[in-house]
């Protein structure tokens, strides 16, 4: 592009950013990184917030987080974006810390805020706090949640073991459960050995709207088989087939040079 005769601007560097943190590229980033400092665009807010994301995306949350304390100038996205690099890294404790001091600097939270403190919560196993922001956002925000909000709050009780209450939420919801929401009953069900009734009503459930779904109908198998009722389990296995369902492999992405480089130092 370059090349070209055409100059990079902000929307330029956010996509490269964009691209680097999906496939967690981090000396990638770094390098656009230094392109956006030499180009004295380090001030723009939206690269600010996607730099935010790459850093954390790529696993390197101190920088991510040096980066946010460092900025003269935040908003919601910033505060938002850093709050999911706590979650998926797993500091939902910093994820939940974070939100409290947003909410005192006197910004609001919207939906997708409470989303990503719920995730935290959740991936922390923090329920009472998790369930004190959802009644937060539901009495003092007057925020309606959708279906990912549900599922994950029903994800959230379900880790505790509080399927039973997990299941009367489901049933308490404004609107019919999707896939999604029977799912995560059903994992909880699974984690927690409670399959025999309320995890085969959960799958059915899921089934009944994404009839393709082979992690469901394997899970169903395994419950028929561990009841001994090998007619259902081998009758779940035939469906899953005719459905077309196939388990997909699952494929990792590592930067080699720099691993090979990490582990060479560690032999030394």
Same mark, same amino acid.
């Given at each position: 592009?370059?090349?070209?005769?055409?100059?990079?601007?902000?929307?330029?560097?956010?996509?490269?950013?964009?691209?680097?943190?999906?496939?967690?590229?981090?000396?990638?980033?770094?390098?656009?990184?230094?392109?956006?400092?030499?180009?004295?665009?380090?001030?723009?807010?939206?690269?600010?917030?996607?730099?935010?994301?790459?850093?954390?995306?790529?696993?390197?949350?101190?920088?991510?987080?040096?980066?946010?304390?460092?900025?003269?100038?935040?908003?919601?996205?910033?505060?938002?974006?850093?709050?999911?690099?706590?979650?998926?890294?797993?500091?939902?404790?910093?994820?939940?810390?974070?939100?409290?001091?947003?909410?005192?600097?006197?910004?609001?939270?919207?939906?997708?805020?409470?989303?990503?403190?719920?995730?935290?919560?959740?991936?922390?196993?923090?329920?009472?706090?998790?369930?004190?922001?959802?009644?937060?956002?539901?009495?003092?925000?007057?925020?309606?949640?959708?279906?990912?909000?549900?599922?994950?709050?029903?994800?959230?009780?379900?880790?505790?073991?509080?399927?039973?209450?997990?299941?009367?939420?489901?049933?308490?919801?404004?609107?019919?459960?999707?896939?999604? $929401?029977?799912?995560?009953?059903?994992?909880?069900?699974?984690?927690?050995?409670?399959?025999?009734?309320?995890?085969?009503?959960?799958?059915?459930?899921?089934?009944?709207?994404?009839?393709?779904?082979?992690?469901?109908? $394997?899970?169903?198998?395994?419950?028929?088989?561990?009841?001994?009722?090998?007619?259902?389990?081998?009758?779940?296995?035939?469906?899953?087939?005719?459905?077309?369902?196939?388990?997909?492999?699952?494929?990792?992405?590592?930067?080699?040079?720099?691993?090979?480089?990490?582990?060479?130092?560690?032999?030394?």
């Amino acid at each position: 592009m370059e090349s070209e005769g055409f100059s990079p601007n902000c929307f330029t560097f956010t996509s490269l950013i964009a691209a680097c943190a999906n496939v967690a590229a981090l000396q990638c980033g770094q390098q656009v990184h230094g392109g956006i400092f030499r180009r004295a665009l380090d001030g723009n807010l939206e690269l600010a917030n996607a730099l935010i994301d790459m850093y954390a995306k790529c696993g390197n949350i101190i920088d991510s987080q040096n980066f946010f304390c460092e900025m003269s100038c935040t908003n919601l996205v910033s505060w938002t974006s850093m709050m999911i690099g706590y979650g998926t890294r797993g500091y939902g404790k910093e994820a939940v810390e974070l939100f409290d001091e947003m909410v005192r600097s006197g910004i609001r939270p919207d939906q997708v805020v409470f989303m990503v403190v719920l995730h935290a919560c959740s991936h922390a196993r923090l329920v009472d706090q998790g369930m004190r922001y959802f009644n937060c956002m539901l009495d003092d925000y007057h925020i309606k949640p959708n279906q990912e909000i549900y599922g994950c709050v029903v994800g959230l009780l379900g880790r505790a073991g509080r399927v039973e209450e997990a299941y009367h939420l489901i049933r308490s919801m404004p609107f019919m459960a999707d896939e999604p $929401v029977w799912g995560a009953l059903l994992g909880a069900c699974k984690a927690h050995n409670n399959l025999s009734k309320l995890g085969k009503f959960a799958a059915k459930k899921a089934l009944a709207l994404k009839p393709n779904m082979v992690e469901t109908y $394997v899970m169903l198998s395994n419950i028929y088989a561990a009841e001994g009722k090998w007619g259902e389990a081998e009758r779940m296995r035939k469906l899953m087939k005719r459905a077309g369902s196939k388990k997909e492999a699952g494929r990792s992405w590592i930067e080699m040079h720099l691993m090979i480089s990490r582990v060479i130092e560690k032999s030394c």
